[in-house]
């Protein structure tokens, strides 16, 4: 299991996430105004555990907390929990010393028996807390200031995944939690927690309404990343739903809003060159995968999926979602420079461009002209266009393309009958702990699960020093590259702008607002 | 029985056998399109077995027959269900947006036939003057342009170069009706205007066809004021057939809120169809796709019975 010392003791420099959080200073002003936020939708529920949507975590990040956060580093650091985990019994055994004194926005007062249904209540519902429940023999908590898991084999990932913001490990109210066991938390009033904020009101299609907690008691830590001391800010959070995002804009350009979120990269210049606005270019951004079939069909043959990536083109794919070089970067690795799992294995067979190399390996394989048909949505722009662009590529190698479209929900729900596609673009949001990919779950559709490839997760999963966690992921990425059941297109990043009179807003993926004000 | 009476009790039998076969279709539809809403509210990073869990708990894995006839016995009793997405009974939120769609369409319509019926009545008298030929190329115009354009442009110089209006939304938290209705103003022009187009289009046309009769001709030969002549003479005879478009044209706005409610961020019945339709919210689909036909239905009833009213030649 990984400590807290070991991490420490790594090279890995101050990150960008560090560089871009080092100004925001949380300057609480009773006088402040609501902070109206633009966003791109009304989100579909108000539970980060059952909701794995990027806004419903952006939201409720400003409401609950988590036993650990990511901190400037983007390292698992304490922020419910009281300080490190304590990890015994070769990592079977990992307790997690509890602050006192923190009180829920209705009052009352987090005890251990909290945590410890709040946590039954994420194994059981998160997509992120499946992960930990087969290797789980009990949660327990011994006494008021501490829970313990009792696994039946070490899991390193368990710290990352606990401190994730997206399928949240929230801390609730006993009682809460085991009234929504079986699904969503449904009603405003039962979501409860030790956050900044607490949710005043709901109205659909108009506005989320955060009002500043009046019970809530920051962590003693200073802030780092989203870790440490989330001190509000505002007196209130408006999240109002824009569907339409040139409307979103003029909106901000009006100064009707405050901030925009989830603004199209075209409009970047106009931006820039508005003198009230301040554009914000969040990273580390996530990843354009094109994700494709391995269990049956045309693309269950690998040296087809090989055809594949040497035909893409990533950098004209990149460009053509996202308009500007700004808003991608193009790398093998999965991870940027300063993280632990930045590794160039597999590099040479990344963005290679090579139609003829791409026609060899479809002679190999005995490509009879199947068609290759690729699900996507024309809901999401970004990926549209990179389908279209790798459509290209892939006729110009020899590929007989069809491009099925449909909506969002549509991808959504026929991405899981391996008949009826060899392929569908996708984002990926950006995980800090490799774990929370889910290409690699073999459950994940594209269904990827090799002996090679189970050998080496299952290396990669056990290890419990950070220098073999990275050894053993170098190993994985280069699996993914050799057997390319998913091909990563490139990194992207995403818009969001502010006023120039408000300040605090951090230029990071799922943008906390609990330290952005007015003035 | 009177002719208004036999025609609403025909018309309400038709009425019920149009909202049975709309229920039965959009069920039809929207489970045989794909997705499903705990793929919508699990996110991206769901797999099969985490959405069929979901679907469980949810109660979505009853035969479809079995959803179908349930479906139809609660829509009898006047229950449209439960939204899946918004912890409220399909008939609530309906409710709850229908303020807003209502205001937008009575603010539309009152714009499109305030301005479309004199305009159109102008443009006959004046036919082939100036007057008549420069609002038939701005009727044209203002037809042909999608009502988003409008909405987008309005936006773009009302809102944002002239500061006249909010951009978007129905008004802040708190806000009194007066804010509701001037953040109403540009949806009403958007939506409004290609209809004023078609209003005064049809109202020319019915005017020029009555102007030509020989009851108006005899009018003037009675030497009548010509206010009298074109108001209690011609238009009275025109009025049946801009009735008509007037009932098509409210009908229409209430489809045509659906894109105007996207564009400006209004939380109306359009915007909550929309997203239902995008989040798979079945309840709230099929419950507002049946409330719609029979609004529908009920207007053109009410403008068949202000027919007889305004006609009584048509009572026999």
């Known amino acids: 299991m990984i400590t807290r010392r070991s991490l420490l003791a790594s090279t890995a420099g101050a990150t960008a996430l560090g560089a871009r959080l080092a100004s925001v200073r949380a300057a609480p002003d009773p006088a402040s105004g609501p902070l109206n936020i633009a966003v791109i939708f009304d989100p579909p529920g108000l539970d980060p555990t059952v909701n794995a949507v990027d806004l419903v975590s952006t939201i409720t990040e400003n409401v609950f907390d988590t036993l650990y956060a990511y901190d400037a580093n983007w390292q698992p650091a304490p922020l419910l929990a009281a300080g490190p985990a304590a990890i015994a019994d070769g990592g079977r055994t990992v307790t997690i010393p509890l602050r006192q004194g923190v009180p829920f926005s209705d009052g009352t007062m987090m005890s251990s028996a909290d945590v410890v249904a709040s946590l039954r209540r994420w194994l059981k519902l998160s997509s992120r807390g499946q992960l930990v429940a087969p290797i789980l023999d009990a949660i327990e908590a011994p006494a008021a200031d501490k829970v313990v898991f009792r696994l039946k084999s070490p899991y390193p990932a368990l710290m990352g995944l606990l401190a994730f913001n997206s399928g949240t490990a929230i801390v609730m109210p006993k009682a809460k939690a085991e009234a929504a066991m079986d699904g969503p938390i449904a009603r405003i009033e039962d979501i409860v927690g030790t956050g900044p904020y607490r949710i005043a009101e709901r109205r659909p299609a108009q506005f989320i309404l955060l009002d500043r907690s009046e019970h809530f008691v920051p962590s003693p830590m200073p802030p780092s990343g989203y870790a440490g001391a989330r001190t509000p800010a505002s007196s209130q959070l408006s999240f109002i739903p824009v569907p339409n995002v040139n409307t979103r804009l003029q909106g901000l350009i009006s100064g009707q809003y405050d901030a925009g979120m989830g603004l199209s990269t075209d409009n970047y210049g106009q931006i820039e060159h508005t003198p009230s606005l301040v554009p914000v270019i969040t990273k580390p951004g996530g990843w354009l995968f094109l994700v494709m079939n391995t269990k049956q069909g045309l693309t269950a043959n690998p040296l087809i999926r090989q055809a594949v990536q040497a035909a893409l083109d990533n950098e004209a794919i990149m460009l053509a979602a996202m308009g500007s070089p700004q808003f991608y970067e193009l790398g093998a690795s999965l991870y940027p420079g300063w993280s632990p799992y930045h590794s160039d294995a597999g590099a040479a067979l990344f963005n290679r461009k090579d139609p003829a190399e791409a026609k060899k390996l479809l002679a190999q394989a005995n490509y009879k002209g199947e068609p290759f048909r690729i699900l996507t949505s024309q809901q999401y722009d970004y990926i549209y266009k990179a389908a279209l662009v790798a459509m290209q590529n892939l006729q110009a190698a020899g590929f007989k393309v069809d491009l099925v479209l449909m909506d969002w929900a549509s991808v959504m729900s026929r991405r899981f009958d391996p008949a009826i596609w060899e392929g569908f673009v996708t984002f990926h949001a950006f995980v800090p702990e490799p774990m929370l990919i889910t290409i690699l779950s073999p459950a994940y559709p594209g269904w990827w699960d090799t002996p090679d490839k189970r050998q080496a997760l299952q290396v990669f999963s056990t290890a419990t020093s950070q220098e073999v966690r990275s050894q053993a992921w170098s190993k994985l990425q280069n699996l993914l590259m050799e057997e390319a059941p998913t091909i990563q297109l490139g990194e992207y990043f995403e818009l969001l702008a502010h006023q120039k009179t408000v300040s605090g807003v951090p230029a990071v993926p799922l943008t906390p607002f609990w330290a952005a004000h007015k003035g | ?316």
């Open chain 2, 1 to 316: 029985m009177n002719a208004v009476a036999r025609i609403a009790l025909r018309r309400g039998g038709g009425m019920l056998v149009v909202m049975f076969f709309v229920a039965s279709v959009v069920f039809a539809i929207i489970h045989i399109i794909p997705g499903d809403p705990a793929g919508v509210m699990l996110g991206p990073s769901a797999t099969a077995a985490d959405v069929a869990a979901l679907r469980a708990r949810l109660g979505l894995n009853a035969p479809l027959p079995m959803q179908y006839v349930r479906f139809l016995g609660d829509a009898v009793r006047l229950d449209l269900g439960q939204s899946l997405f918004l912890n409220q009974s399909v008939g609530a939120a309906l409710l709850s947006r229908a303020p807003v769609t209502l205001q937008l369409t009575l603010m539309a319509a009152g714009l499109a036939t305030v301005l479309g019926v004199p305009i159109g009545v102008l443009s006959a008298l004046r036919r082939g003057g100036w007057l008549d030929q420069a609002v038939t190329v701005l009727a044209m115009a203002a037809a042909s342009l999608p009502s988003f354009w409008i909405g987008l442009t309005l936006i773009e110089y009302l809102s944002v170069k002239f500061r006249l209006f909010p951009v978007a939304g129905y008004g802040p938290p708190g806000a009194g009706l007066l804010v509701h209705l001037h953040s109403l103003v540009l949806p009403a022009i958007a939506v409004g205007l290609p209809n004023m187009a078609l209003i005064l289009r049809l109202t020319r046309t019915a005017m020029l066809d009555v102007l030509n009769e020989d009851y108006v001709r005899t009018a003037r030969a009675k030497g009548l004021p010509p206010a009298t002549v074109v108001i209690k003479h011609a238009f009275r005879n025109a009025r049946t057939a801009v009735l008509t478009v007037v009932g098509v044209t409210v009908i229409g706005l209430i489809g045509g809120a659906i894109v105007t409610e996207t564009v400006f961020g209004l939380p109306g019945v359009g915007n909550l169809i929309v997203a239902s339709v995008l989040n798979r919210d079945y309840p709230v689909i099929e419950g507002a796709l049946l409330v719609i036909s029979g609004i529908y239905v009920l207007i053109n009833l009410a403008t068949d019975l202000l027919y007889l009213v305004l006609d009584p030649r048509l009572r026999d």
